[in-house]
């Protein structure tokens, strides 16, 4: 089966950027999406697509891929950025779902 | 707007059954790609099951043979029927609605399957 790989937390400062990578065999095939969790709440869409931004999510989210690599970027951090953050793939050949192990975002 | 709203949740024993439920508003079940999406305590999101609009249907393989997943048309509402409960199917349950783009647009706000002795 389909698997998608992420770094279980990332660390930024105060209106830096912060890269979350998700890694997985020809990603970029794989529609990746990605989405935030905070804690006791749903996870909410901030990417679908590689780069698309749903309505209503900041513009300091957005989403990059280079083949075997989707990259969630968000610039300027702000404290309320701070939650886990989920890569997901849809593999077209099994029409099965994928997430990511998920990475926590620790904005210090 | 969009609202999923699921219910059934509840403390089951091991080897029991549960029924979830998962009713839309704003928002056609049927016309769209439904999942049961879960969360263990501390752990990260599990994708279950999913039924599409034509009426196919996929399962996780640790849920495959156990679970089934359904929707009523009249009532837009989607369900999962869980039996063979183990411990390790302890979790949130939600519900996730996507749109055609492969990922979850909505999502409910869960329902806690407790499996426990």
């Known amino acids: 089966s389909y698997e998608v790989t992420q770094p279980p937390s990332v660390s930024v400062s105060p209106g830096q950027t912060a890269s979350i990578p998700c890694s997985g065999d020809?990603?970029?095939?794989?529609?990746p999406s990605w989405y935030q969790q905070k804690p006791g709440q749903s996870p909410v869409l901030v990417i679908y697509?590689?780069?698309k931004r749903p309505s209503g999510i900041p513009e300091r989210f957005s989403g990059s891929n280079s083949g075997n690599t989707a990259t969630l970027t968000i610039s300027g951090t702000q404290a309320m950025d701070e939650a886990d953050y989920y890569c997901?793939?849809?593999?077209?050949?099994?029409?099965?779902?994928?997430f990511g192990t998920g990475t926590k975002v620790t904005v210090l | 707007e969009v609202q999923l709203v699921e219910s059934g949740g509840g403390l089951v024993q091991p080897g029991g059954s549960l029924r979830l439920s998962c009713a839309a508003s704003?928002?056609?079940?049927?016309?769209?790609?439904m999942s049961w999406v879960r969360q263990g305590p501390g752990k990260g999101l599990e994708w279950v099951s999913v039924?599409?609009?034509?009426?196919?249907?996929k399962y996780a393989e640790s849920v495959k043979g156990r679970f089934t997943i359904s929707r009523d048309k009249s009532k837009n509402t989607l369900h999962l029927q869980m039996n063979s409960l183990r411990p390790e199917d302890t979790a949130v349950y939600y519900c996730?609605?996507?749109?055609?783009?492969?990922?979850?647009?909505?999502w409910g706000q869960g329902t806690l399957v407790t499996v426990s002795s």
């Open positions: 996730a609605g996507d749109l055609g783009t492969h990922s979850f647009d909505y």
């Open positions: 704003g928002f056609t079940v049927s016309s769209n790609y």
């Open positions: 039924i599409y609009s034509g009426g196919s249907t």
């Open positions: 020809k990603l970029g095939d794989y529609y």
């Open positions: 697509q590689d780069t």
């Open positions: 997901q793939a849809w593999d077209s050949s099994t029409a099965l779902y994928v």
